[in-house]
């Protein structure tokens, strides 16, 4: 994963030193077209429009619009689409065209899945969406199906490695992924909706699911390392899961669980009165009926897998296809990184002070590894972006933003460790919140470098000069504990009261004590 580091110190065009960070790509014209754009998703249990948004590498959803159409029910038994499901399905396609030029994010880019593709009505149905609504859909197989589905994982976590498993209404799709690239992969008829046809009851499609599973396990091979679940019925699972454990940060997003928590989820499922397990998890009904089916597969794939973690990925098809536009330099990018760049430079109110500020705290924390230092270099470039939050708001704001916004390439412990240090950009104690439960999600060195990196941040923001310019610089002695402040003539009159305050306090927190230096 490319966060910059690499890429050219000084721009050629414009003559910008950008130090680590390098030139951000989403104003580059080479990924301008995908500022902007819509998919649309034909899948045996549902259809959806998203439009993609702001930063290319790491986009917003600007629009997210899903209707439960069921197009593949029944179709094991009658060969053809439902009729009802497709009936909604086209008038919801008409509505997506409709909003897709009013949003400018023509033309969609629309495919079909499992259902279309199976059923002998399928042809047809394109057919009618393409004259009623001008809307053309390919149709997919089920190899380029988990293909799009690994390359939407690959959006959110660059270079992974593992076994990217996505559910649909009619299919599950398994995909390797190495080193950023996709290898094997195949498909099954084990979706929720078909598994509802198998004879036998539970005895029956149990032995259906195993010897499937099993199959798929011959072609693939021993997948050992993580398990991505991609679609709508792993990640009700993952929402039951948390129910279950009374986990307080609901981000489907990067969300992990064992082995163990699945098969236990899968029996809280069976247990649980299914009405109530909908409503208190915010489960749509439609999707609550497939929910058991799907937690038997999930069952079975990782008693045949073994993989050493599973983790949920909001990213799938959809994003693929983003993700497929995209030149090889966009794809290298950090997501996290560019997003917040995106983000700065649309909110903050002096954009490319943090990479100022990052350079400036950037010696406090020499001996962090590289993924730390890279979550730091996160919370520079969000520093000010909720500047217009109510000042006594301001610092949850921050926090809430961090754990909760459309982030990608964060583990969860990341998100509040990223969240502590932007409430400590504006507070100096985090008690009082109504965030303090999720603190214990991170060990305690963690919240006191979140702290620390908060501190510094709330200090080193006092320090702004004319674009570009350094104030000075950090040295810091951890054997002596003194930390080190060398300002320049020019940024002398700048270490008012106030800001003498942050310092003191920053040095509090490090237990240090403080050297002031003037350099000419």
């Not at 033309?107 to 042809?123: C, H, I, N, S, W």
């Not at 999930?298 to 990213?315: C, K």
Request: aromatic share 8%; hydrophobic share 40%; proline share 5%.
């Amino acid at each position: 994963m490319d966060d910059g580091q690499d890429s050219a110190r000084l721009d050629a065009e414009t003559g910008t030193d950008w130090g680590g960070f390098g030139r951000p790509l989403f104003a580059d014209p080479s990924v301008r077209d995908l500022r902007r754009v819509g998919v649309v998703d034909v899948g045996s249990n549902s259809v959806r429009l998203v439009v993609f948004d702001g930063a290319a590498r790491s986009p917003a959803y600007f629009y997210n619009e899903k209707i439960m159409c069921a197009l593949g029910a029944g179709l094991s038994e009658t060969g053809r689409l439902n009729p009802e499901g497709r009936r909604r399905a086209l008038a919801a396609i008409h509505r997506f065209q409709l909003l897709a030029h009013g949003m400018d994010a023509v033309p969609l880019t629309a495919v079909a899945t499992a259902a279309v593709r199976e059923a002998e009505d399928g042809a047809e149905f394109v057919a009618d969406v393409e004259r009623q609504t001008g809307l053309r859909i390919q149709v997919i197989p089920g190899d380029e199906e988990a293909r799009l589905s690994a390359q939407g994982v690959l959006l959110g976590w660059p270079g992974s490695y593992g076994l990217v498993c996505d559910i649909g209404g009619s299919s599950m799709e398994l995909a390797e992924i190495k080193g950023g690239e996709v290898g094997r992969r195949m498909t099954s008829p084990l979706g929720p909706l078909k598994l509802t046809e198998v004879k036998g009851g539970r005895k029956g499609r149990r032995a259906f699911i195993k010897e499937e599973v099993q199959k798929m396990a011959a072609q693939m091979g021993m997948q050992r390392d993580r398990l991505f679940l991609v679609g709508g019925s792993w990640r009700a699972i993952a929402r039951i899961d948390m129910d279950r454990q009374n986990y307080p940060l609901h981000v489907l997003h990067e969300y992990r669980m064992s082995t163990k928590a699945v098969r236990a989820t899968a029996e809280y499922i069976r247990e649980q009165d299914l009405g109530e397990l909908r409503n208190r998890c915010g489960i749509s009904s439609a999707r609550m009926e497939l929910v058991p089916l799907a937690s038997e597969v999930l069952a079975e794939v990782v008693r045949t897998f073994h993989p050493h973690d599973i983790a949920v990925s909001s990213y799938g098809i959809r994003e693929g296809m983003l993700y497929q536009q995209m030149p090889p330099e966009l794809r290298d990018r950090d997501p996290l990184i560019e997003a917040c760049r995106f983000a700065e430079a649309k909110d903050a109110r002096l954009p490319g002070f943090g990479r100022t500020l990052y350079d400036f705290i950037l010696p406090i924390f020499r001996a962090a590894k590289p993924d730390r230092q890279r979550i730091i270099r996160a919370a520079c470039l969000l520093h000010d972006v909720t500047w217009r939050a109510h000042p006594d708001y301001r610092a949850e704001v921050c926090f809430d933003n961090a754990t909760r916004a459309n982030l990608g390439g964060l583990k969860h412990s990341e998100r509040i460790y990223l969240g502590l240090a932007l409430l400590h950009r504006y507070r100096n104690k985090r008690e009082g919140t109504s965030f303090e439960e999720l603190y214990q999600y991170i060990p305690p060195e963690d919240r006191l470098q979140a702290e620390i990196v908060g501190k510094a941040m709330r200090f080193g923001a006092m320090l702004w000069l004319e674009k570009g310019a350094i104030p000075g610089e950090f040295r810091w002695f951890p054997k002596k504990k003194v930390l080190e402040l060398r300002l320049t003539e020019a940024a002398w009159p700048l270490l008012g009261e106030v800001a003498m305050s942050r310092l003191k306090s920053l040095a509090s927190s490090l237990q240090a004590e403080i050297d002031l230096k003037m350099v000419r």
